[in-house]
């Protein structure tokens, strides 16, 4: 069974700092690696989707990596602001859309 | 595109009732839908996965008979929270898959509280 765990839980940044935070995983023996974002109150938000080792993502200011020989994920967050305020989620998927989360980190940017 | 609503999005009910959840896809047919519980602190765990037109498939651990699943069509999935008790007071959250990609789209979710 695949166990995903994610740090930071939470962490506070100033708006304008850049950040990242992680997705660890102990086997590459997966499908994808999902990251959403998640505001309080709404839907979770699909960000990537990624694969293979070595994939990396962009979406505005925001990036991901994966490197699935070491086994974790990293999301880059750059020039933060307070709308990027949210819990951030990392999930393995290991085909037909079976999922397993992480606990998320929970990100406040400071104004 | 690929949005998902939930309803109700919070709902507190007396110990022995039941409570019925509903998950619908808006713009999109879901073939496959399916249900999370989170409690707190802790992360989103699958509780069943329901196909349109077939019996849910359940995790282990969790009781069919307690959450009956009903997936009549390929925009709705309803979840029924039977005889509940407080120690099934969670959040419950339903997502579907769009079909040709493994991405889930989620619904906001429901806070269920039983007294």
């Known amino acids: 069974i695949l166990n995903v765990e994610q740090s930071p839980q939470s962490l506070h940044v100033q708006e304008g700092d850049s950040t990242n935070f992680t997705c660890s995983f102990p086997s590459s023996n997966f499908y994808a690696l999902h990251w959403y974002r998640w505001e309080t109150a709404k839907s979770p938000e699909a960000l990537f989707v990624m694969t293979l080792n070595g994939d990396e993502k962009k979406k505005g200011r925001i990036s991901a990596t994966l490197n699935t020989k070491e086994g974790y994920s990293y999301l880059y967050i750059k020039g933060s602001q307070p709308e990027d305020s949210a819990t951030y989620l990392c999930a393995l998927s290991e085909g037909t859309y079976k999922y397993i989360f992480g606990t998320g980190t929970r990100l406040k940017v400071l104004a | 595109g690929a949005v998902v609503s939930q309803h109700p999005s919070w709902v507190i009910c007396k110990s022995g009732t039941s409570v019925k959840i509903e998950c619908r896809s808006l713009d999109f047919q879901a073939t496959t839908m399916f249900w999370y519980r989170q409690f707190p602190k802790q992360s989103l765990m699958l509780m069943a996965t329901s196909n349109e037109g077939s019996k849910a498939t359940y995790e282990q651990g969790v009781e069919k008979d307690k959450f009956l ?44 509280t039983v007294l």
Do not use: K, M
């Open chain 2, 69 to 112: 699943i009903n997936h009549a069509s390929l925009t709705l999935s309803t979840l029924t929270v039977t005889s509940a008790h407080p120690e099934d007071s969670s959040f419950y959250i339903c997502s579907a898959g769009a079909g040709g990609s493994d991405t889930q789209y989620f619904g906001p979710g429901t806070r269920l």
